[in-house]
């Protein structure tokens, strides 16, 4: 140990320039930010939290129910029920997501070739019981009016999704 250092140990100067610092940020005013009161999060355009069911400008729900999205989901969140419909067609009975197993990996919404699932900005979401986390037909649509509706919908598919496959039908 050197001279100075030893000077520094015995005087304590180490001790006594950290109580400096605190001293120094004790009347400094606080940093906590108050959220959600005063303080509003605006999440980045693109950010990927919670669903919602892609409609046609019609109003109609793009899915058609071939069950990809749930196929390639990793936590097994999505469900689909389908009956069948006039000429074979699917008809999407039920569709639910169970929120609270979602890893928000996005693989859904690539896998869809029909872009009818999304994974919109909003995050704000809480609850105080479980079932509020399942996310029904319904209410993955009107999260779409909500929180994408046509425009945003069409931006998100034109600068976040471009999606690699060919018979990618959904961006319009
Ligand atoms: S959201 Fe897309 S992938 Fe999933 S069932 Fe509907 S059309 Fe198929
Ligand atoms: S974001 Fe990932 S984990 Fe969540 S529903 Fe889609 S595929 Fe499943």
Known sequence: MTTRELIK???FIEIIKGLALTLKHFFSPAVTR???YKVKIEPPPGARALHALA???????KC????LCSAICPTKCISIYTTEGEGHRKVVERYEIDTLRCVFCAL???ACPFGAIVLTPHFEYAGYDK??????????????????GPERGRDYFERFWVPKSRDFRGGG
């Open 9 to 11: 140990k015995i005087l």
């Open 34 to 36: 108050q959220y959600p």
């Open 55 to 61: 409609k046609y400008e019609t109003g109609k729900m």
């Open 64 to 67: 058609v129910g071939c069950g």
């Open 108 to 110: 859904c919404v690539e």
């Open 131 to 148: 079932g509020e986390f399942r996310y029904t037909k319904e209410r993955l649509l009107d999260n779409w009016d909500r929180y994408m």
